[in-house]
Nanobody, 114 residues
Framework: QVQLVESGGGLVQPGGSLRLSCAVSGSIFSIRAMGWYRQAPGKQRETVARILSSGRTTYADSVKGRFTLSRDSKNTLFLQMNSLKPEDTAVYYC?????????WGQGTQVTVSS
């Protein structure tokens, strides 16, 4: 049984930082990519950052230079978010893409507000 569990969300003031984690349990065969996505109220889910199995990482233009995606040897995925803005407010989800199926976490709320 594969599970993705996100943590680290919360309420932060503009300009602040948060670090999201996504712990992956269970075995996933042939991971193609892992990434973070977000969905703000009334908006479509969008890609925030994504890392391929090759190690290549891509970022949405809106977060470049502020967010950093990383992964450890146990396939725990992290998203360091600095210089947060109110427009970063959303539910953040992690996703693991395998050759057969995509796995999603349940999401963690990030609210940027003074």
């Amino acid at each position: 049984q594969v599970q993705l569990v996100e943590s680290g969300g919360g309420l932060v003031q503009p300009g602040g930082s948060l670090r999201l984690s996504c712990a992956v349990s269970g075995s996933i065969f042939s991971i193609r990519a892992m990434g973070w996505y977000r969905q703000a109220p009334g908006k479509q889910r969008e890609t925030v950052a994504r890392i391929l199995s090759s190690g290549r990482t891509t970022y949405a233009d809106s977060v470049k230079g502020r967010f950093t995606l990383s992964r450890d040897s146990k396939n725990t995925l992290f998203l360091q978010m600095n210089s947060l803005k109110p427009e970063d407010t959303a539910v953040y989800y992690c996703k693991v893409e395998s050759m057969a199926i995509d796995y999603w976490g349940q999401g963690t709320q990030v609210t940027v507000s003074s």
